[in-house]
């Protein structure tokens, strides 16, 4: 019999065998009658600085156990997914976009014998990091394939997070298929799971050759340039490869999975009167801390423990304005990277490595906007506003991709930063001091100094002085939504499948996985 077990205290010195000790004790036995233990849940309680320890959850392979009306034992209830059962399809499906709503939706019509065809403008993991590494070196930016366009999406250059908000039972099979992809396996049982730039691409090659090896086709440095359809249904896709002539498909089966930093796409798809709004998102910019303050904000004594690594932290409040503030993707001991995907524009995001030991730490400070805020009406308005803000951010950066930076102390006293003081940015290819006031609306600068003084009293040192700015955040989530009815479709457009972060309906690696999953099963289920 497999028992879970919850609640269980292991100190940062404890070892597995100390977990067991605790666990027996909890189902009555003696150690030697469990047969084999594994973690299920492993969380830091760090509500007292002076006892900082894990709170877990496992489960054990028990034969004998006494258990008697104890709500913190139950019987392990093993998660499987099943398939769709489903007819092959007439057409291969398409799949626009290799994100993660792309590759899992791709992974799961591949997993059902479906041989998917995956159109990805950006190019593959490989080349990518190439192209990536050249643009943070020296500014040549390729619109093509960089940190927003490519395989793996957007989260491959990030901390690789798999916390998620949501609940579904298919956050499962997300973290399995990347276990199995070569991922760290504490993603399975760590409460804030993540892979890590560094690790991320291998992961992502597993499930593109997994998708390969099941019939799949993947074409990367190609983009789709227009859905066909016949009759209110889609027919097929045209697209491009880099530097070919044009392409068309047939297929009565496309999901579009193209990241929320496809703006040429959503203007295509406006053109061609697919249903979308522009929908509420965030803007503002990296702020970086030496993570040593962070760690000894969030563990006291404790800061630095081996076992703990390196601290993170979630802040948010609500102002008198109206307006929200908070913090998004902290990456401990991580680095801002240079994010812009369109010349002429400037945008930020940041990543860690696996191991997070990194000498600083960064996270977006991000204030809400809505289509009240953004200048202009229409599905798009979204889009121009991040453009605005991402053209002010170059010039004032210098005009060569180097990012406008500035000292907490001297953005919350409303004068430019002239040098920098002991936090040494690591935004590449390189950054400008000024005044941020120069590249953000007064609403937003003012919002995030409102917001930096009561997080400071939140997280002791977020307020620190030397702490830095670097401008310009806007990738926080997609500016439009592409609408869609409850079987997945464009109610304009039957067959064509809006999908994951940049149609709007996610926020995240997992969140987006788990939209793409979805949208495979609407198509295999209608076909079954």
């Not at 009555?28 to 849940?41: E, H």
């Not at 994100?99 to 065809?117: D, N, T, Y």
């Not at 990091?129 to 989260?155: K, M, S």
């Not at 000024?434 to 009293?457: K, N, W």
């Amino acid at each position: 019999m497999i028992y879970r077990i919850s609640e269980l205290r292991m100190e940062l010195d404890g070892t597995e065998e100390d977990l067991k000790a605790r666990a027996a004790k909890r189902l009555r036995v003696a150690p030697g009658d469990i047969r084999s233990l594994r973690y299920f849940r492993k969380s830091v309680d760090a509500r007292k600085k002076n006892d900082v320890h894990f709170i877990c959850t496992a489960e054990a392979d028990c034969l004998a156990a006494r258990v008697a009306h104890d709500r913190r034992v139950t019987k392990a209830k093993p998660y499987r997914y099943e398939l769709p059962v489903c007819r092959p399809l007439e057409q291969r499906p398409v799949v626009v976009g290799f994100g993660p709503a792309g590759m899992f939706a791709a992974l799961i019509l591949a997993q059902a014998g479906q041989k998917p065809v995956v159109l990805e403008r950006g190019s593959s993991v490989e080349e990518r990091g190439r192209r990536v590494t050249r643009f943070w070196q020296d500014g040549t930016l390729d619109p093509e394939c960089n940190v927003q366009f490519g395989e793996g999406g957007a989260g491959t250059f990030s901390d690789g997070k798999l916390n998620t908000g949501t609940k579904d039972p298919r956050i499962r099979k997300v973290l399995e298929e990347f276990v199995s992809a070569g991922a760290p396996r504490e993603i399975l049982y760590e409460a804030k799971p993540h892979i890590g730039t560094d690790r991320l691409p291998q992961t992502v090659r597993g499930i593109r050759e997994q998708i390969v090896s099941l019939g799949g086709t993947i074409r990367f440095d190609t983009q789709m340039t227009a859905l066909r359809h016949k009759d209110g249904h889609v027919a097929g896709v045209e697209f491009c490869t880099r530097g070919g002539a044009p392409e068309r498909f047939d297929t009565a089966h496309v999901i579009l999975a193209v990241g929320h930093s496809a703006r040429d796409t959503f203007e295509q798809l406006l053109a061609a009167d697919i249903p979308m709004q522009a929908k509420p998102f965030a803007v503002g910019a990296r702020i970086e801390h030496p993570q040593g303050l962070i760690d000894t904000a969030q563990y006291g004594k404790f800061a630095g423990h081996p076992a703990l690594g390196a601290a993170d932290y979630k802040l948010a409040v609500h102002l008198e304005n109206g307006r929200g503030v908070y913090t998004f993707c902290m990456c401990p001991g991580g680095q801002v990277v240079a994010a812009a995907s369109e010349s002429g524009r400037l945008a930020t995001n940041g990543m860690s490595r696996f191991a997070r030991n990194g000498e600083n730490a960064n996270a977006a400070l991000l204030v809400g906007v809505g289509p009240e805020d953004f200048g202009s009406e229409g599905p798009l308005a979204g889009v121009e506003f991040q453009r605005k803000l991402e053209e002010a951010a170059f010039r004032l950066g210098g005009a060569n991709y180097c990012a406008p930076v500035q000292r907490v102390e001297d953005f919350l006293a409303r004068r430019a930063s002239n040098c920098l003081g002991s936090v040494a940015p690591t935004y590449r290819p390189g950054v400008t001091p000024c005044s941020l006031d120069g590249c953000l609306p007064e609403f937003i600068a003012d919002s995030m100094r409102e917001g930096i003084r009561r997080m400071g009293g939140r997280l002791h040192g977020f307020a620190f002085p030397d702490a830095v700015l670097t401008a310009v955040e806007t990738r926080s989530s997609s500016p439009v939504r592409i609408l869609r009815g409850d079987d997945g479709q464009s109610p304009a457009l039957a067959g064509m499948y809006p999908c994951g972060e940049g149609a709007g309906y996610a926020g995240g690696i997992v969140s987006a996985a788990v939209d793409g999953i979805k949208c495979a099963e609407q198509i295999l289920k209608q076909n079954s």
